[in-house]
């Protein structure tokens, strides 16, 4: 009887330890470095830029062409972080394009929206 209790209470301890759960790392890598990549609603993104000065991020819709969203920034040199917003946007499949000041194309990637 005594040893009941003994693998009983061992049985109640080893199910009473704390899980420990890990966070998930933010992404921190180049987000024109892949030819695709899945986001969420307020998703924060990374690029690298050689110099510092003005750029254009634009959201266009894959289907249409039609752009959707055209942000003008102030980039530093080296890695620049921006948060994506998408709640309300109705595609599901978009090109995030990164332009200079004279409106050229510098680099181009696919976001698929979850």
């Given at each position: 009887m005594m040893k009941n209790y003994i693998f009983v209470?061992?049985?109640?301890?080893?199910?009473?330890?704390?899980?420990?759960?890990e966070p998930i790392?933010?992404?921190q890598s180049n987000v024109f470095l892949q030819k695709e990549n899945t986001i969420?609603?307020?998703d924060e993104i990374s690029f690298?830029?050689?110099?510092?000065?003005?750029?254009f991020i634009s959201l266009v819709d894959i289907k249409t062409k039609q752009v959707?969203?055209?942000?003008?920034?102030?980039?530093?040199k080296g890695t620049n972080k921006l948060n994506i917003y998408t709640k309300s946007v109705d595609?599901?499949?978009?090109?995030?394009?990164?332009?200079d000041n004279n409106r050229?194309?510098?680099?181009?990637?696919?976001?698929i929206l979850q």
């Open positions: 209470f061992l049985l109640f301890l080893i199910s009473c330890t704390q899980e420990v759960i790392p933010p992404k969420q609603n307020t690298n830029l050689d110099f510092e000065g003005i750029y959707i969203s055209r942000e003008k920034i102030l980039g530093t595609s599901r499949y978009l090109y995030l394009i990164l332009m050229v194309e510098l680099n181009r990637t696919t976001l």
